[in-house]
């Protein structure tokens, strides 16, 4: 099993799949792309869109990172919460941040070793600001400290790169939701994952994340 990812630094995508499979404990060799300005020869090469994450089995290639998630699941389960309601409402949760949220991402990329630096959104951004607080609220006040209880489950998973913009950006949220993304970037996996972007190579920096 082989697990692609892109830059660690910047590509929020890649975090999500390999949140997923190293949640499910999935035995995949792990191999990182550098990202660049648009598709690389070997991005194009290695993935069917030209882009990350992408996790080959021995016969499948999946190349969504919410199919990726999806595919963890069925691994291991606890991925999803486990009463039906919650898990309905979970998939929502995930179908929405997976599809949404344009501006946000547009003016706010992820960029993990960059010094924070307090940026103000567009309207449209501080909409989408606006939405996630909600959706978080939402699930928060059933206690937390994740979405959907006392583990993390794939909306987490989904919303971790979002943490990680808020952070950098240093964008001003409610007590709840900072309190929410100091819970995704206690999560020693998250850690483990800014730890290894920290050790990338530095000629794979991309002035315009920087
Ligand atoms: N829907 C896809 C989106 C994947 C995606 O857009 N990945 C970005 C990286 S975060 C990418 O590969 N970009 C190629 C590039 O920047 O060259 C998923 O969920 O995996």
């Not at 300005?37 to 869109?49: C, F, K, M, N, Y």
């Not at 987490?156 to 964008?171: G, H, M, N, S």
Request: hydrophobic share 45%.
């Amino acid at each position: 099993m082989q697990l692609l990812l892109g830059s660690r630094r910047y590509s929020s995508w890649s975090l999500r799949g390999w949140l997923a499979v190293r949640m499910a404990g999935l035995p995949a060799q792990e191999t990182v792309v550098p990202l660049a300005d648009g598709v690389t020869a070997e991005l194009a090469r290695q993935s069917p869109t030209g882009l990350v994450p992408v996790l080959k089995l021995k016969d499948v290639t999946i190349w969504d990172s919410l199919a990726i998630a999806e595919y963890c699941a069925e691994h291991t389960p606890t991925l999803w919460p486990q009463d039906q309601a919650r898990r309905a409402v979970a998939r929502a949760v995930a179908a929405e941040m997976h599809a949404g949220f344009a501006a946000l991402r547009r003016e706010f990329p992820m960029s993990l070793t960059r010094a924070p630096l307090e940026r103000q959104p567009s309207a449209a951004a501080a909409a989408d600001i606006q939405r996630i607080e909600q959706v978080w609220h939402d699930c928060l006040k059933a206690g937390g400290p994740f979405l959907f209880g006392d583990a993390p489950t794939i909306p987490d998973i989904l919303y971790a790169p979002v943490v990680t913009r808020f952070l950098t950006y240093q964008v001003r949220l409610s007590n709840r939701a900072a309190g929410y993304c100091q819970s995704i970037r206690s999560w020693d996996l998250m850690q483990l994952w800014y730890d290894l972007a920290a050790a990338e190579p530095e000629g794979w920096r991309l002035a315009k994340y920087e």
